[in-house]
């Protein structure tokens, strides 16, 4: 493009701005306008009167920018178009600068120069392509969302944020699902997320906030937390990494162990809730570890407030002083049947000791997780989508932290010591690659984009010879895996074969004398009876007999105090 042709696409921009009209602009009175606002020689040539047909054919040239109706020969800019959007963009983040000066920005501050290093790559290519870089320039030609005053200052025009893309009710749906998940997979300041990787859970957001996120941000995440800054931290504009800005817990068992015990109770509607010292006294009672320890210090309810404020897109405050959960949960007769839950985790135990990931030295990333849901047996499955739906099958993994390890971003493993690896020679490399893939393949429908962000924490010598500078090598592991899949069809037992066999027995009976229970995962009595074979005995002691121990100890301890009141001579009511 011409220098003459950007100044005119520029030009034409900015008058479509200036005068914003619903149904677009005549093409004749567009040039009338143009010919009043544009002075210079090399301009002038394409808005003079016989000279229709040239614009009209620079016009359709650049549909990006400009919407040409040919059946009534009108112009206007185009809706939702990339153009429209970045514009609308930085109107949004030049509003979030003057908010930041206390609602007066000096005009010798606005610059491109000093804003330029936070300005994602479109963004900036926008703002030289229309503005010349002039932040001035863009300012006026936004009289409806910017005030420049006398004294040489920019202000808010006083109806702006009643517009702002930033109050819209999906824009803050986004916001709490993309918090929601760097909560779940561990993201901080010292370990944050690729927004690349962040990218791949987006498929799990509800539709509406989907859409509003591709038609108000062109799909950017990077310009997304650059105007939602408020929540999100970024280590730089471009292939940059996040984490929420938030004040987080260091352990998000306690929010995963609140979120149960709401939605145990059903707290689900602005109607009902439990109050912080309802909560409190359930974190007390506990099974788990880090809760027991949380709520043991002195001042817990204040603590928890505390801590319930730091999730608002998990727990919302309600007038009364009570907490419900923010997200409308549907209610379900199978929610928290301890039974299936504990079948669930020992699942998923079974499942990673199979894939290789035993330790936390070989862990596996949760959108591998994700995609292993539908391989569960049935009984499993309708239960995990009723209890945890979507990106919430994260929290069973955090509420059973005796089991699993998740001191890696992202990414789970069974909780054991860290193996030691030793060196490989490349054919074997190759081969065990294949079967890693191969493994991964029992699972889920492994994808290429997906087996990438697997091999980032397998084995070194897998990571290594997956990751190396041969052409098409992941393609050409996943291809040999499948060979090797399709050869052993017949062979091949998985996790899921064992559970289809366990729930043939005594299993599905205990099941369903517990169908229908809505009681806290902490009281699992009907899973003591148990018994798969097929699972490994340590996990089955370390999920049920604790349990076990700790409920025996529990009524020794009951009856030991029954004992000395009854020789004090108290009663207790009935």
Known sequence: MSLVELNLQSGLWQTLLLYDSDSGWKLDK????????????????????????????????????????????????????TSTVLEECLVEFLALQVKASSGSLPLTEVTFEKYKHLLPKPLAEHMHTIYGRSLVLFLQTHPLSFIICTEGTVRLAPDFDSSSILVDNNNAKVVYFLLG??????????????????????????????????????NNLNIFFLLNCRYFQTNKPEKCSVYPKYPQTSNYTLVAHLKQ????????????GLSPTELAAKGKSSWIPAVQAFFAKAGEVKQLKRLLNGYPNVFKLQPDGKVC????????????????????VLYFAEMLKDIGSSSPSNPICFNYILSCVDSAPEEIKDYLRDAFPGVEIIDLFHLHPDVFDLSSTNCVSLRSPLAEELPHKNEVAEALSIRYAYQLMKYANVTPDLFLLCVQMAPSVVRAYCTGPTKDRLHS??????????????????????????FSGSARAATMQCNGARVSVATVET?????????????????????????????????????VQSGTGDTTPV
């Open 30 to 81: 567009l040039m009338d306008i143009c010919r009043t606002l544009i002075r210079e020689e090399e301009l002038v040539v394409y808005f003079r009167p016989g000279n229709e047909e040239q614009l009209r054919k620079f016009l359709k040239e650049r549909p990006q920018y400009f919407n040409y109706d040919p059946d009534e020969d009108k112009v206007s800019l185009p809706e939702h178009s």
């Open 181 to 218: 998940i760097l909560q779940k997979i561990g993201a901080t300041k010292e370990k944050p997320l690729p927004v690349h990787v962040l990218l791949k859970y987006l498929p799990y957001m509800e539709k509406d906030a989907r859409e509003f996120l591709c038609k108000e941000y062109l």
């Open 261 to 272: 015990q709401l939605r145990v109770k059903n707290v689900a509607t602005d109607e009902t």
């Open 325 to 344: 959960l923010r997200e409308m949960y549907s209610p379900c007769e199978r929610v928290w049947n301890p039974s299936l839950e504990l079948l669930a």
């Open 477 to 502: 592991v996943l291809e040999s895996a499948k060979k090797l899949s399709a050869c052993t069809v017949n062979e091949r037992s998985t996790v899921v074969d064992d559970f289809r066999a366990l």
């Open 527 to 563: 899973a003591i009876g148990l018994q798969p074979d097929s699972l490994s005995t340590e996990l089955i002691h370390g999920e049920l007999l604790r349990k076990q121990r700790r409920r025996q100890k529990k009524s020794a301890k009951n009856s030991n105090s029954s004992s």
